[in-house]
């Protein structure tokens, strides 16, 4: 046996297990050898190295990022250790709220009936998510409203600032509230058909049986979100929109329409419906501040007797942008996810 070409292999490995010391401890935990040892015997000139070689390993990122966890924990058993093994998602905190929430909403509109926005926040929810199946269902009543078209976002009106195009109306907002429940876990259908045309009368009526028959089919919804596009203008009658800067980017504000039984139609439940309006938007609050507008409380019910959790959403107006809408239509179902899974942790 060649003993130069000996020493200057262990040489060599000596030099490597230094290198291996300098690697933090999660890394060195996860070291993987792609040669055996008689390979590289084969391979070496009997010159020692003046840095490691990288290809003699591979790094695994580690299976969890933990610097305060225990130094000797315990190997995982067989069935977590296995490359199919999904990490375990880390539940929502229950929801709480504060009276000082509450105070900070404002219930404007039409309704003369008097709330209790504290008892109303803070009361448990009646909403249970717990059945499987779809949790949310997404409608458009009014689903050809449209935005002040912009370059790169024209469209075909069918009708002043109205299109049947759905990538280019309000139902393109409920794909983007879809798309992020989705990512959260959330189940969510989408109604995408072309509710209010030919003809705008009637729309609420046709989506009321439209909803009851999703409801037949997926009892496990708990909550209803009819995504509008609201319709304001000034002194000329020229479109008008409401922009807020939101973590740096412009976007549509939102404005919660909430209805009751004052109008005369039947909707015993409505101060649920309200209180679960409420706990969304301290939710959004939090996180998005200047998104939303006061609550609009209304005679009218707008469907939203059908299930406690339905609530009817305006993203901008006329005066807005598509793109502005769109990003408020994420932030908005990001405040909902958490308001879904808060709830079914609590």
């Known amino acids: ?36 040892v008689a390979a590289l015997w084969e391979n070496w000139n009997g010159e020692v190295p003046r840095t490691p070689r990288v ?56 309704c003369t009936y008097e709330t209790d926005k504290r008892a109303l926040l803070t009361q448990p929810s009646a909403l249970d998510f717990s059945a499987a199946g779809p949790k949310v269902l997404i409608v458009h009543t009014h689903s050809s409203e449209a935005y002040t078209q912009e370059t790169g976002w024209e469209y075909t009106p069918s009708d002043t600032l109205r299109t049947s195009d759905p990538a280019r109306s309000v139902i393109r907002v409920g794909d983007e509230i879809a798309s992020v429940l989705e990512s959260r876990g959330i189940e969510t259908l989408h109604d ?43 002194a000329a009658g020229n479109p008008t929109g409401s922009v807020v800067t939101v973590n740096g980017e412009k976007c549509a504000q939102v404005m919660l329409v909430m209805g009751t039984d004052e109008g005369g139609l039947e909707h015993p439940d409505w101060r649920e419906n309200l209180a679960n309006a409420l706990k969304l938007q301290a939710l959004l609050n939090r996180s998005y501040p200047g998104l939303c507008k006061a609550i609009d409380l209304r005679t009218e019910r707008f469907n939203e007797h059908e299930t406690p959790g339905s609530m009817l959403a305006e993203f901008g107006s006329t005066g807005n942008t598509l793109q502005e809408a769109i990003r408020a239509g994420h932030d908005f179902a990001e405040g909902l996810a958490a308001l879904i899974l808060g709830l079914e942790n609590g």
């Not at 977590?80 to 009276?99: H, R, V």
């Open 55 to 110: 290809w003699l390993l591979r790094v695994l990122p580690a299976a969890q990022d933990k610097p305060d966890a225990a130094p000797e924990a315990a190997e995982p058993d067989a069935a977590a250790a296995s490359p199919q093994s999904a990490p375990e998602e880390q539940a929502a905190p229950p929801l709480a709220f504060d009276a000082a929430e509450a105070d900070a909403i404002t219930i404007a509109g039409a």
């Open 1 to 36: 046996m060649n003993r130069r070409k000996l020493r200057g292999f262990c040489a060599g490995l000596l030099l490597f297990a230094g290198a291996i010391r300098l690697l933090p401890p999660a890394a060195g935990q996860a070291l993987r050898w792609p040669e055996p």
């Open 192 to 234: 995408t058909a072309l509710n209010d045309y030919p003809s705008y009368n009637g729309a609420y009526a046709r989506m009321q049986t439209t909803i009851e028959g999703y409801l037949a089919r997926y009892p496990s919804i708990q909550m209803v979100i009819d995504v509008h596009r609201d319709a304001t203008a000034d």
